[in-house]
């Protein structure tokens, strides 16, 4: 597998624009996805009951199973909680978009992003749509751009593996940042491939992704009404994927890491953060238990202040652990924390362990820190992320809508 | 039921002391409470699985149903996660207390309070408990201090109810302020009655009271290891209170007041708060549906990030009732908030409503504001409180130990 320039656009026979439709001030705000051919789909959705319309009807489409042509995603406005106006909105920007581009009715997805409850600007929406379908062509990253709302950076990530001497391109992209939380799907994330991949296929690789990417991340507990991950497939590279066969794990390989490389981006770039942290799980009952312990651990809001803070409060861990609903004996357990600048022991055996507490601070100001529970349960293993709860987390939503 | 100075001594047939044992700098860390007579006592316990010491050993207590004379309470350190070293300290200082107090060795609760995972300093725990034996008579408000962590105010509450022309009075202490969240037991909090009620009876309840009042709370969302909720009663003022009478319901009554005022005294002085949010919930299928989703609002950190900037987003209540599991037409849903300022409804079957959001900023600004949530599921009705999320949680959470 070999990291390449680029996101969504990196694979064969996808081409991409974006525009400042006026929804955000003056920034690119609406991006439009189009395959050459016909791509399968697979899709994940929120799991919120209160579902935006561009979700319901986005689901709708993928778990009828036909392929699809288009995607059409806006930022600045989230068009939930807007009643018959936004089904009515969403249908108009669906009949405008496959007229422009020629492909039929039920061959584009739509998502959109931002504040919940306003209508949709439809009089800024329709000309946004109409500058995406004549400047087809545009950088990946101007997608990437246009779909962020309190996102600080562009999250794209594209691999290339080599099957049978013919390569095969993935690509992703992706938006958080606040309102993210693990099990219920995920942000906005969208991913390319120009392999073939059988609708049914996709949607298993994709499942299974999901569980050990996107629904292992935490930025404030908050399981947004739009979050949906989409992975097409064109078969552009003229190669089938065909469940069962090595190329087949090469590119579950592949496809994981697109994912996971995207949902740490999101977590990194969470609303205030300052850092990242992983949690890494051992010696758990089953992997469930595993990935349960690890999410309590990053969801905690008293771990998120510590990590802040630098301090290496590992109790606040242990508490969380113990919260989680997973059963355990405290006494088999042991903590660690690593990071660049070291690496400490602070539990063990049920045990506090005496420790230094400026190399403690030296690990704990790093960007990038792993903390390391190991238990006694079993032999299974699982991987969280999370970041810290900042000053900044309270300033930037404690008057998001103005 | 008439409202009354004091707290946990207001009953007859109590006594307290609190001292500076050297636990908290300079401040009172240890509070002694002595009935007169046996009590019977009942109590609910964190469902937090890594439990602290004094937990574990006070729920055996009460769940074998004998009576009880005394409790010991620390604050500035929760003896949890000390492995054998906090049982043996634990053991010493029943066998310390209940020696200079005269009682038997199984009359005595025990509960700790504050950080994790550093032993307890036994050279000041035993003088501070003379101390307190030599000084029983201390105004109840030196209890209720010395139980204290990050708290800002101390939380007390007394009432008195006549029964066939008796008084008999209930008091209560309570203790925040971090790592407050419902459905595990409570934090510290302690209720006392001079009132005759059987075992069974006050265990039953103390549970029905904890369901409406502590366990409907949230300041982060993370359930402590050392929550503990005790009630005793010592029958002092000769009044007995049989389960079924008219006097039971009058007893349930204040009972229930004493638990609900010391949960929101708990919320009010959540670490950082500025704000105390009541959610109403009405027209839930259930209570229990009802209870789900008001406290899957004052749960959520944009919820809490909004009412700290009054920012009247009620997109993210809807979101926070959306993923709380509990199963609603959005459609169905009205959304309004009120506070001494004035009230405005923001949300109604299924589409924001225009609203003055001068006056929304208004009425959230208030210390005090009630969130009013319409459902047309059902017919039951649930309250929660909760409270918002400041720089200061942050803060304050940031470097606790230090």
Same mark, same amino acid.
């Given at each position: 597998?070999?990291?390449?320039?680029?996101?969504?656009?990196?694979?064969?026979?996808?081409?991409?624009?974006?525009?400042?439709?006026?929804?955000?001030?003056?920034?690119?705000?609406?991006?439009?996805?189009?395959?050459?051919?016909?791509?399968?789909?697979?899709?994940?959705?929120?799991?919120?009951?209160?579902?935006?319309?561009?979700?319901?009807?986005?689901?709708?489409?993928?778990?009828?199973?036909?392929?699809?042509?288009?995607?059409?995603?806006?930022?600045?406005?989230?068009?939930?909680?807007?009643?018959?106006?936004?089904?009515?909105?969403?249908?108009?920007?669906?009949?405008?978009?496959?007229?422009?581009?020629?492909?039929?009715? #039920?061959?584009?997805?739509?998502?959109?992003?931002?504040?919940?409850?306003?209508?949709?600007?439809?009089?800024?929406?329709?000309?946004?749509?109409?500058?995406?379908?004549?400047?087809?062509?545009?950088?990946?990253?101007?997608?990437?751009?246009?779909?962020?709302?309190?996102?600080?950076?562009?999250? #794209?990530?594209?691999?290339?593996?080599?099957?049978?001497?013919?390569?095969?391109?993935?690509?992703?992209?992706?938006?958080?940042?606040?309102?993210?939380?693990?099990?219920?799907?995920?942000?906005?994330?969208?991913?390319?491939?120009?392999?073939?991949?059988?609708?049914?296929?996709?949607?298993?690789?994709?499942?299974?992704?999901?569980?050990?990417?996107?629904?292992?991340?935490?930025?404030?507990?908050?399981?947004?009404?739009?979050?949906?991950?989409?992975?097409?497939?064109?078969?552009?590279?003229?190669?089938?994927?065909? #469940?069962?066969?090595?190329?087949?794990?090469?590119?579950? #390989?592949?496809?994981?890491?697109?994912?996971?490389?995207?949902?740490?981006?999101?977590?990194?770039?969470?609303?205030?953060?300052?850092?990242?942290?992983?949690?890494?799980?051992?010696?758990?009952?089953?992997?469930?238990?595993?990935?349960?312990?690890?999410?309590?651990?990053?969801?905690?809001?008293?771990?998120?202040?510590?990590?802040?803070?630098?301090?290496?409060?590992?109790?606040?861990?242990?508490?969380?652990?113990?919260?989680?609903?997973?059963?355990?004996?405290?006494?088999?357990?042991?903590?660690?924390?690593?990071?660049?600048?070291?690496?400490?022991?602070?539990?063990?055996?049920?045990?506090?362990?005496?420790?230094?507490?400026?190399?403690?601070?030296?690990?704990?100001?790093?960007?990038?820190?792993?903390?390391?529970?190991?238990?006694?349960?079993?032999?299974?293993?699982?991987?969280?992320?999370?970041?810290?709860?900042?000053?900044?987390?309270?300033?930037?939503?404690?008057?998001?809508?103005?």
């Amino acid at each position: 597998m070999k990291i390449i320039e680029g996101g969504i656009l990196s694979p064969l026979g996808y081409k991409g624009a974006a525009v400042a439709a006026g929804l955000k001030k003056s920034k690119l705000d609406l991006a439009l996805l189009l395959s050459q051919e016909v791509a399968t789909v697979a899709g994940a959705f929120t799991t919120n009951c209160v579902k935006a319309a561009p979700v319901i009807y986005s689901q709708r489409i993928v778990e009828k199973g036909d392929g699809v042509r288009a995607l059409l995603v806006n930022s600045g406005n989230a068009n939930a909680a807007t009643g018959s106006q936004g089904w009515s909105d969403l249908e108009t920007s669906v009949a405008y978009a496959t007229n422009e581009l020629k492909i039929k009715r #039920e061959e584009i997805l739509l998502c959109s992003t931002g504040v919940i409850g306003v209508p949709l600007p439809m009089e800024k929406v329709l000309p946004g749509i109409k500058a995406c379908v004549n400047t087809l062509g545009a950088p990946a990253n101007d997608l990437a751009q246009a779909i962020l709302t309190t996102d600080t950076f562009t999250k #794209e990530v594209a691999v290339e593996i080599v099957i049978e001497g013919q390569s095969v391109r993935i690509g992703g992209m992706a938006k958080g940042s606040g309102m993210i939380h693990p099990n219920m799907a995920t942000m906005l994330a969208f991913v390319t491939t120009d392999g073939e991949v059988e609708r049914d296929y996709l949607e298993k690789l994709l499942l299974e992704s999901v569980a050990e990417s996107y629904n292992m991340i935490s930025v404030d507990g908050d399981t947004s009404t739009n979050d949906t991950l989409l992975a097409f497939a064109n078969g552009a590279s003229g190669v089938k994927i065909v #469940e069962g066969s090595s190329s087949a794990q090469l590119f579950k #390989e592949a496809f994981n890491y697109v994912n996971t490389t995207l949902a740490k981006m999101i977590v990194q770039d969470g609303e205030g953060a300052t850092k990242l942290l992983t949690v890494e799980i051992k010696g758990a009952a089953t992997v469930e238990d595993g990935r349960t312990l690890a999410r309590s651990i990053v969801g905690s809001n008293l771990v998120k202040t510590a990590l802040f803070g630098s301090d290496a409060n590992w109790g606040r861990t242990l508490c969380a652990m113990g919260y989680s609903g997973v059963s355990f004996d405290p006494e088999g357990v042991s903590l660690a924390y690593s990071s660049p600048a070291g690496s400490i022991e602070v539990f063990q055996g049920g045990l506090p362990l005496p420790f230094d507490e400026k190399l403690a601070k030296e690990i704990l100001n790093e960007k990038e820190i792993t903390l390391w529970v190991e238990l006694s349960e079993g032999s299974c293993t699982a991987r969280g992320w999370g970041c810290d709860l900042s000053y900044d987390y309270v300033k930037i939503n404690g008057d998001y809508r103005s």
